[in-house]
Structure formats: C-alpha cells, structure tokens
C-alpha cells in the first residue's frame, strides 16, 4: 500500500483564521479523497481531490469554505478558511488503491482544535 | 434511515472470547463492503474486504455476508486485548447520492478485557 504523509499532525488554532493542510504520497495516484472525523463520530467524505480540475464536493461542503488543490498525482492540500470552534475535528487525506476506488487507505490525520 | 447502521456499542469481551460487529445498509445495488479498524488516536486501517454473499476467512477474522438481507458481519475469534479499537463498517455506493464513493457506519466500539 501507498505511504502517506500528511502534515500537520495537529494544530490549535484561533477563530477566523484558515489552516492548509498537505498530504503527500510516495507513489501516484489517481484518486484522493479529504475525510473530516469529528469527536466520537464517524468519517463524513468532504471532497475527492482531482488532478488537474476543480475538487469535487459532497453535500454540505464548499470550495470557498475548504478549498483543495491537487497539482500533481502525489500531493494535495485541504485548506479550512474562516475557521470556528465547530471546524475542530479530524481531517484525513485518504488514496484508493483500487481499480474503482473503493479501498482506502488513510494518512495519519491531522487533530485540528478552534478557540 | 442512515446508509450504513452498525449495532450500538460498546461491545464488551472477555479475552479468548468471539465477537461480533454487525452492520446493515440501505443501498442494494452495493457490491463491496468493507472493515476498517481504527485505534484510539489513530487513523482507520482496512482489514477485510468482502464482495460475495457467505463468509470470508482471514487469520482470526470472518466477514459474512448476505445481500438478500443488506447485512454484514465481522466475527473476531480468540478476542486479544489489542483487538481493543473501533470497527467502521463501509459500503462502496452503487446509485444516488452514493454512487462511487465510501459510506461509513458510525462504528462500534470494542473491548477486550483480560
């Protein structure tokens, strides 16, 4: 399976303020998707991250909201704007490596707390 | 009605015995399912994969399941203490507003205690 790095691993941050968060992959990859985990819940899909177009956003998420790059085939970032207490969560960079995209793995996550 | 339901929790074992973790789902054209374990602080793992109705065998792991019922089981045989973890449920979408994409349950909290 694919290493997955993802960085920061955690950050507290202030209200109003935006927090980019990158994912790096050691091999390329032609799906990613960003999982947001918020306490004691499950993982909700924000987005699937494609290369070389605009993300592609689940109900309830906006690109001004979480904006998402994806330059290339082994690296994005999710970036959290205008952040308030309730953005605080897990957000999780995720490949598939699957023909359709159906098996994910997962980076480490990264723990982001709002004040 | 949720896509992917798992039976609540917390799930309590003693060590050496079987546990259990069913699911359901709503959306019937789904053909894969899968497991993913996920440690406290940690980020979920994949540990079975399963696309055909009966059971499928790995180590000390047995996922079962049946489409005609929309039901999807895990079974952990000799439960170990480092079995301790959350178990998500996932469903690979077939239509609507799941289609191509990954739906987890809310996942079920296990322990074991020795």
């Known amino acids: 399976s694919a290493v997955i790095s993802q960085k920061p691993s955690r950050d507290i941050c202030q209200r109003g303020t935006s927090l980019t968060i990158q994912c790096q992959v050691d091999?390329?990859?032609?799906?990613m998707f960003w999982y947001r985990q918020q306490p004691g819940q499950s993982l909700t899909l924000i987005a699937t991250?494609?290369?070389?177009?605009?993300?592609?956003?689940e109900s309830g998420f906006v690109i001004d909201k979480f904006p998402i790059s994806r330059p290339n085939l082994t690296f994005s970032t999710l970036t959290v704007s205008n952040m308030s207490p309730e953005d605080s969560s897990i957000y999780l960079c995720s490949v598939a490596n699957s023909p359709l995209g159906e098996k994910l793995f997962f980076g480490s996550g990264t723990q982001l707390s709002v004040l | 009605q949720k896509e992917v339901e798992q039976n609540s929790g917390p799930l309590s074992v003693p060590e050496g015995a079987i546990a259990s973790l069913n699911c359901t789902y709503s959306?019937?054209?789904?053909?894969?399912f899968f497991w993913y374990r996920q440690y406290s602080g940690k980020s979920p793992e994949l540990i079975m994969s399963i696309y055909s109705n009966g059971d499928k065998e790995d180590g000390r792991f047995t996922a079962q399941l049946n489409k005609a019922s929309q039901y999807v089981s895990l079974l952990i045989r000799d439960s170990q203490p480092s079995d301790s973890a959350t178990y998500l449920c996932a469903v690979w979408g077939s239509g609507g507003t799941s289609y191509g994409k990954l739906t987890f349950g809310q996942g079920t909290i296990l322990t074991v205690h020795p």
């Open positions: 991250a494609n290369q070389g177009s605009e993300a592609t956003y």
């Open positions: 959306d019937r054209g789904s053909q894969s």
């Open positions: 091999s390329q990859v032609t799906m």
